[in-house]
């Protein structure tokens, strides 16, 4: 699905990224922790194709094709969805109308038809269930208003929308309280197909034990520094990050 | 990143101009200039009633007397009037009894500008009257709006049949001596279209009036005259549009509304004059007077404009508000890009008591465009219990681009509510990559955020006109930012 390798990429001249190396297997979920400023939130940009951020080594392939190649929009198309840690609001702009014009986009794209207005309001109501969205939610502009829950379970909606084959959630976990992180993470597991992949970005073990991941990373200074199955999560949640910062320092 | 989005700025305000095709047709032209015996020949061609042309004649020599006006935010290059042609008219039967007779280079004109003259094919609800160069082409539905007693016609056709309606009102809300360009249309006016709403009458239909510009160097001075009596409603729109030329072409109109008690008129533009290119060079200067008079008790004037067109725009609809209780509201989008300059807003003077207006002004700049915002309430003594609010904001799409506001107060009955906001904003970079990440091209993402920012006018055009509207500013804005 994903093969990340020997992955570089900077901020104006500040390298972030130092070499990360990473294999996404369909139907696996990758839980990516680490300290504050290690490089999480950079890594969700670059594969995304947020062109504040430049990559200057290494190859990321996405279903055989080189991300490099592709635009943003383009790497959507593909299957690839990033759940914002600050979703924008865009004033004036229905949730409605946001969401087919992306479904369309995505379907242009594979040249199949536009979606019947009958057919994607059937597919609202479906999804919206699924994820336990209100239903005013939807009614209203992109986010705008929304409170932080409501924005991370916008997110949700939208990515069980557009039907990604990987999701990256990028600390989907800050700002929710317990409730609405346990709707959250049902939402993601109902999504779960031994297809679908998904990475999910946190600093604290709270998410994995509703999202329980297939491997857990450490991401320190820009690298990938240690990785093992789930007890990672537990480990680092016991111990914090600074025997990883005190054996990793430079 | 910086040149990343410069690139993508100059792609996207690289787009072309879906009406810039031009009608080889046989066109009458008077010789270029203007002078006392072109006002007289234009009146001359129209077979004209004496005193129309009197009118024509006293305007003119008042436009001898005055200067360009230069107060506005604007950089209006010297206007030759010797160099204009002041008439042309596709040389075609004077008169069309039936769409047959009409020429079918004109039909096929109209329909490639979506107007189609045919009534069976014609948008349901809407009567049209084409207008191309100097002259109406055809006006759609006349029958059966006869059948109720409106009149909608050619205002070269009022003059001749409704003398008297005529007499009484044209020039009646703006006066020739109002400023340098009403002078010289109430000189040179050719055409344009005639509305009159009986008592009681409620327009079955959507009137709407689609001006063309065809003929090289010729300026267009289009002349519109609506009258709402008592307790009558009409819903109103004008469309424009011109073929791609290098030369600068001038567009110099009046629209005169009355409005008599309880009666309530929806006057709406779109406006896509050709802008010029992306180096400024040609376009329709649109220097423009549209003023209503609320009369009555209870009347209601409501003007909606999305003004995407046009190299230099110079307009202000205005409202004058008589009548105690009336309403007078002003929706406005303005849409500049690559070069144009537009300075647009609107005058709502309160003279009854009860008044209410409501401007709601969004201006949207991208490329190395003006913008501004040009506004007066005035609330005159006698005006107690006057109530307005302007909300005026601004969307800036790159940094090259200006965006201004000039609101004028004029309070002079302390009982007057006025309120006024504005902002100015920019798209964000991070609103553009949310919609990238969704599967939306930039230039799509542009286009829906700039249409949610407009909705709140949008939403006051007839449904039929504003999906048109918000394809248009798409249009006009394709390659606008990064």
Redesign the interface.
């Known amino acids: 699905m994903l093969t990340i390798k020997n992955l570089h990429a900077k901020i104006d001249d500040k390298e972030i990224l130092r070499g990360i190396n990473l294999t996404i297997k369909p139907g696996e979920i990758h839980a990516i922790m680490g300290p504050n400023g290690s490089g999480k939130s950079t890594l969700s940009a670059v594969l995304?194709?947020?062109?504040?951020f430049e990559v200057t080594e290494g190859d990321i392939i996405f279903n055989g094709k080189n991300l490099m190649d592709l635009?943003?929009?383009d790497?959507?198309?593909e299957g690839m969805?990033?759940s914002?840690q600050y979703?924008?609001e865009?004033?004036?702009?229905s949730m409605t109308?946001?969401m087919r014009?992306?479904i369309n986009?995505?379907r242009k794209?594979k040249g199949e038809p536009p979606m019947s207005a009958s057919d994607f309001l059937k597919l609202m109501r479906e999804k919206k269930k699924l994820v336990e969205i209100d239903s005013n939610l939807t009614n209203r502009?992109v986010n705008e208003g929304f409170s932080g829950g409501e924005k991370k379970k916008n997110e949700i909606f939208?990515m069980a929308m557009?039907e990604p084959k990987l999701s990256i959630l990028d600390e989907t976990d800050s700002g929710l309280d317990i409730d609405a992180l346990r709707i959250v993470a049902n939402g993601v597991n109902k999504l779960k197909s031994p297809e679908r992949s998904t990475i999910v970005i946190t600093h604290y073990q709270r998410l994995l034990d509703y999202i329980v991941p297939d491997y857990v990373h450490v991401l320190y200074k820009g690298r990938i520094v240690r990785s093992a199955g789930k007890e990672l999560a537990l480990e680092l949640e016991e111990k914090g990050y600074d025997w990883i910062k005190k054996e990793f320092e430079d | 990143m910086a040149e990343d989005q410069n690139k993508i700025l100059e792609e996207v305000t690289g787009s072309d101009y879906k009406f810039g095709f031009t009608t080889s047709i046989d066109t009458e032209t008077i010789p270029k200039g203007l002078s006392e015996d072109v006002v007289r020949l234009i009146s001359a061609k129209k077979n004209e009633p004496e005193f129309m042309l009197n009118y024509r004649l006293e305007a003119y020599k008042h436009w001898l007397t005055l200067k360009q006006p230069d107060w506005a935010h604007l950089n209006i290059p010297e206007i030759n009037f010797q160099e204009i042609i002041f008439y042309a008219a596709p040389r075609t039967k004077p008169k069309y009894d039936s769409i047959d007779d009409v020429d079918p280079e004109l039909i096929d004109t109209f329909n490639k500008l979506g107007i189609p003259l045919n009534e069976q094919k014609a948008l349901a609800g809407v009567a049209v009257d084409a207008v191309m160069d100097s002259v109406s082409v055809k006006t759609t539905f006349k029958e059966t709006l006869a059948e109720k007693g409106i009149i909608f016609c050619s205002i070269s056709d009022a003059i001749k049949e409704f003398p008297d309606l005529i007499q009484k009102y044209l020039g009646s809300v703006v006066t020739y001596n109002d400023n340098y360009f009403a002078a010289l249309n109430s000189a040179v006016f050719s055409d344009g279209s005639f509305v009159y709403i009986p008592k009681g009458v409620r327009c079955p239909l959507e009137l709407s009036t689609y001006f063309r510009i065809n003929a090289m160097n010729t300026g267009q001075f289009e002349r519109t005259l609506i009258i709402a009596d008592d307790d009558s409603y009409v819903s109103y729109l004008e469309g424009c549009t011109a073929p791609m030329r290098d030369e600068n072409q001038l567009h110099a109109a009046i629209v005169e509304i009355v409005v008599m008690e309880r009666a309530e008129v929806k006057y709406s533009t779109v406006q896509n004059w050709y802008p010029g290119d992306k180096n400024g060079v040609g376009g329709i200067f649109n220097f423009v007077t549209k003023r209503a008079f609320c009369k009555g008790d209870y009347s209601k004037i409501s003007w909606t404009q999305v003004e995407t067109g046009s190299s230099i725009t110079w307009k202000y609809p205005s409202c004058i508000l008589k009548g105690d209780h009336s309403v007078g509201e002003f929706y406005s989008v303005a849409v500049t890009n690559n070069y144009q300059q537009a300075d647009t807003g609107t005058k709502m003077i309160h003279l009854g008591k009860h008044t209410k207006s409501l401007i709601v002004s969004k201006g949207v700049s991208a490329g190395k465009s003006q913008n501004s915002y040009r506004g007066l309430v005035k609330v005159s003594k006698k005006a107690n219990d006057a109530r307005n609010f302007s909300q005026c904001d601004s969307l800036l799409l790159g940094d090259k681009c200006g965006a201004h506001t000039f609101p004028y107060l004029e309070i002079n009955n302390n009982t007057a509510i006025v309120e006024h906001e504005a902002t100015t904003s920019k798209i964000g970079e991070d609103q553009i990559f949310y919609c990238n990440q969704r599967g939306l091209s930039t230039e799509d993402a542009i286009g829906l955020i700039v249409n949610g920012y407009v909705k709140e006018v949008i939403n006051q055009l007839p449904m039929e006109f504003a999906v048109e509207a918000q394809k248009l500013l798409q249009l006009s804005l394709e390659g606008s930012v990064g």
């Open positions: 995304t194709g947020n062109d504040k635009s943003p929009e790497r959507s198309r969805f990033l914002f979703p924008v865009i004033p004036g702009v109308n946001f014009t992306a986009e995505h794209y502009s939208q557009l």
